[in-house]
């Protein structure tokens, strides 16, 4: 019975090295192979047919030609005509004064409403801190009340309109493909 125990030990051992001696990556590698699908139809690359010394390149479908590509704006089909350095100069800062003037408009309608509702709490203040304002002049306040709500109502669409137009005329200096910074 020992000399069994002993064996079966001594061949334990001889396996166990033998594992030992192969890394788990080896091993998972191996296995991976033995489970391995047949070849599909299309490249699939891999850690271990990855390439190290060229590159991947995948091409895909053709561009469109320059006739089915419709120019969204006048804005697009001037850009696409390749103006010269002085031509470009022109349109940028004519792009530049666009954006200036849209953003001193949305500055100026930002202040307005500020003004507006710090008027409304200097109205509010006066009206809430004497008794005797509030008893007489209750319907009044409600009246001049409703005309802040609606001043203030024209003032937030007026500012979401002027924003959303800067926002409309990034998008069209994109489409036309000119630099980003000449709508900052």
Known sequence: MKQILLSLAVVGLFVGS???QQSLGDIARQERQKKRPPAPSA???TNENLPTTTTISEVGPAPAAPA???AASPAAAAAQ???????????EAEWKKRFQEQKDAIALLERELDVLKRENKLRAAT???DAGNRLRDEAKYAAEDRKYQAQTAEKEQQLAAAKQKLEDMREELRKAGLPASWGE
């Open 81 to 91: 005509a390749a103006p010269s350095g002085e031509d470009q100069a022109k349109q």
């Open 68 to 70: 089915a590509r419709e």
């Open 127 to 129: 009206f809430y801190a």
């Open 43 to 45: 490249k699939v690359y």
């Open 18 to 20: 033998a594992l030992a």
